[in-house]
């Protein structure tokens, strides 16, 4: 008797262990299943076409600054930038810490500093989008400290940190690294193909780029491809397109969605307008707004490999990306580069050009040759532009549409320039040629 | 007393438990193993009877190249022996009949013909083509330009020669001499990723075989007078009922497929 019920309390045991340790199982398996079908997504995002975000939000120009001069570099086979920020994704980034603000004379020093390496962004982003971008976990709890500037010294061994600099308040970071090596940085900065020679400057409006002497930079053509009317309704409206209202006024197409979904093609100016009255939630975090700015761009256009991310105004919620050749960014008839994103609480904007660069093409054209930056200085100074008046300036590449074939445009270098908001090519400014006689 | 029995119902039940959680836990394994990825899909293709080698998952980096047009088999064609050879300017290909056609057996056409090109008056610039096996048929032998960017798979740069009864007796020509980078490297699909997203777009029949996946140039387009190459995969499917062989070939930039069955005469909106 006593003994069976001995048998009955020791196989309850038995039960309720068992019992636990599967319960415990399945807990830690669900996870692990969960973790699989997370795969299973990342796998088919990456089956899509898309380039990944890190390209399209990533610096745009290179300046390596050896034992004596600046230098801005590209290599025409192998962005530098993107190589450099693949090589960063193995390193471990401590959180940043404020070195300074507000000093100008500590910043242009920083920014001067020799046997390093700096890669400029064209707009300023977060710390905590960098680590999204690097796929760096310390980072990407970070809070949102703005910076422009990635500078890595590669010489001095005892300087085991990478600082974050911001061209709009001069504020710099630093950060520790471990787990880095300068090695293949070095590599990378041998091996490239385009060198000029710079000087950074601080000036009222800002950090600019000054190019020592005339530059000569080649001219690039590229096939450029455009999309149906149809082919973005089909896209940006939802695949049912019964309730489409459509009107035409001396060229300019309107497709209405009902009350909530308006594009607006402009077929004589090739410039489209798509307003989503539904799209009214403001991004909260300068990540989720960059997210979702590279997520309509991607829904928008099929080849955005030469996309960058221009300009970010978080106060605006306003987002602009502009076409980049090797390096210069292209300016295109248009003020507001190739995409305008602009989030508000009425709903999402989006203005975009029907023209990309699909292929590039080899150019018949010889290469050009600019004037140095001061000179280009003074000679906005004849027409009576101070050097404070300039806000920006910049090279780029200018869009020429062949008459022969408007299939193919020529884009040749010129430097551009920003005076009260508006970007124009020098010989506009001036009526004189950015080129050297 | 009540207590034992008691004891009794907390047994019953926690072992009902245990066969519950179990079978539960034995579920929840299954659904891990049938939603791995893309392993998935390469176990169904397996079950469907379609056969393949090892795919490769590595994603490499290729170009945007150009070439401009180039009269270098025109300039040399008095360099030829024993055979009469015609250089078309249109296609800028030369067309040649061999005076001593060669007698090739299938065992050793590779061997014989190799050889052959090797011989400056036998074929122009012979020494930089490579057998493809993929491209040639019974009918033809074909050698395609081998540059140091990969091979050009292309009927503008290829050696393709016409086999009657045994013997090669004639052969055609086109070449690029040198091909420039047009644009900074980009990222291309691997292997795996073509093969899987041909298998997902129904374009491998069931019962079939994978023959070939070979990475090769291919003429994307001609603007201002240069023509314009891309990286494409070529995919030799061999239905195993029909013996049927097809080739697909898919963009290795994009992904896409690229519909058209002649080799090289594909226009641009195929991208």
Redesign the interface.
């Known amino acids: 008797m006593k003994f069976s019920?001995l048998i009955?309390?020791l196989?309850?045991v038995v039960?309720?262990i068992?019992?636990i340790v599967?319960?415990f199982?399945?807990w830690t398996?669900?996870a692990?299943?969960q973790r699989?079908?997370n795969?299973?997504v990342s796998?088919t995002e990456a089956?899509k076409?898309e380039i990944p975000m890190n390209q399209v939000i990533s610096p745009t120009s290179v300046i390596w600054h050896d034992s004596t001069d600046q230098h801005l570099i590209y290599?025409?086979?192998?962005?530098i930038s993107i190589s450099i920020q693949k090589i960063m994704q193995d390193w471990k980034i401590n959180s940043p810490k404020l070195v300074s603000k507000k000093n100008g004379a500590y910043y242009q020093k920083l920014i001067q500093s020799k046997d390093t390496i700096q890669m400029v962004y064209p707009t300023a982003i977060t710390t905590g989008t960098l680590g999204y971008l690097l796929d760096n976990n310390s980072l990407k709890n970070e809070k949102s400290d703005q910076f422009n500037r990635i500078l890595i010294n590669l010489k001095n061994k005892n300087d085991q940190n990478i600082y974050l600099a911001n061209d709009n308040n001069y504020a710099v970071y630093k950060a520790k690294v471990k787990n880095a090596s300068s090695e293949p940085i070095t590599k990378l900065v041998k091996k490239a193909n385009i060198n000029l020679r710079v000087r950074l400057n601080l000036m009222k409006h800002g950090v600019f780029t000054f190019y020592v002497d005339p530059i000569k930079l080649k001219t690039y053509?590229y096939?450029i491809s455009g999309k149906q009317d149809g082919e973005y309704t089909t896209a940006l409206f939802d695949s049912n397109t019964n309730g489409l209202v459509t009107s035409e006024d001396n060229g300019v197409y309107t497709y209405n969605y009902g009350e909530s979904k308006r594009l607006v093609s402009d077929h004589n100016t090739e410039e489209l307008t798509f307003e989503d009255y539904t799209d009214t939630s403001v991004p909260k975090t300068q990540l989720a707004f960059l997210q979702r700015g590279y997520q309509k761009i991607i829904n928008l256009q099929?080849s955005v490999?030469n996309l960058r991310l221009y300009n970010a105004n978080w106060k605006e919620k306003d987002l602009v990306f502009r076409e980049y050749v090797?390096g210069f960014p292209i300016f295109k008839k248009s003020q507001f580069g190739s995409i305008r994103i602009k989030f508000s609480r009425k709903g999402s904007t989006e203005h975009f050009l029907n023209k990309v660069l699909?292929?590039?093409?080899?150019?018949?054209q010889a290469s050009t040759r600019l004037k140095s930056t001061t000179e280009i200085f003074k000679g906005l100074q004849n027409v009576g532009y101070s050097p404070n008046d300039v806000q920006a300036l910049e090279v780029g590449y200018q869009w020429e549409s062949e008459t022969d074939?408007e299939?193919?445009v020529d884009l040749k270098p010129t430097y551009y320039i920003k005076i009260d908001g508006h970007w124009k090519p020098y010989d506009e400014w001036t009526n004189e040629s950015a080129e050297e006689e | 007393m009540d207590f034992k029995r008691i004891e009794v119902i907390f047994l019953i039940v926690f072992f009902s438990l245990d066969i519950f959680l179990f079978l539960s836990f034995r579920n929840s394994q299954q659904l891990v193993s049938s939603t791995s990825t893309n392993t998935s899909t390469v176990a169904e293709m397996r079950k469907r009877n379609i056969s393949f080698g090892s795919l490769d998952t590595k994603t490499g980096y290729a170009y945007y190249l150009g070439s401009r047009p180039d009269e270098s088999l025109a300039q040399n064609v008095q360099k030829l022996r024993n055979q009469k050879a015609e250089y078309e300017d249109v296609n800028h290909s030369l067309t040649s009949t061999l005076s001593n056609p060669i007698a090739i057996t299938s065992a050793d056409k590779i061997k014989i013909m190799d050889k052959f090109i090797k011989k400056e008056s036998n074929v122009l610039f012979g020494k930089e083509y490579k057998y493809s096996p993929q491209l040639s048929t019974k009918s033809q032998i074909i050698y395609v330009e081998n540059k140091s960017h990969g091979q050009i798979y292309d009927k503008t740069a290829q050696l393709a020669f016409t086999v009657s009864d045994g013997e090669v007796v004639s052969y055609t020509q086109t070449y690029v001499k040198s091909m420039i980078i047009l644009h900074e490297r980009q990222t291309i699909k691997s292997e795996k990723d073509v093969i899987t997203n041909l298998y997902a777009n129904s374009e491998i029949p069931n019962n079939s075989k994978i023959t070939y996946a070979n990475l090769a140039y291919t003429k994307l387009l001609e603007a201002k007078d240069s023509t314009i190459y891309i990286p494409v995969w070529f995919v030799t499917i061999k239905n195993k009922d029909s013996k049927v062989v097809t080739t697909k070939k898919v963009n290795a930039f994009t992904g896409n497929i690229i519909k058209s069955s002649t080799n090289g005469d594909n226009n641009y909106s195929a991208q």
């Open positions: 019920r009955v309390q196989l309850l039960a309720v068992t019992s599967l319960s199982f399945i398996n669900t692990r299943y699989g079908q795969i299973d796998s089956n076409n290599n025409s086979n192998e962005n053509s096939v099929n490999s090797e699909e292929v590039p093409v080899p150019s018949d074939n299939k193919v």
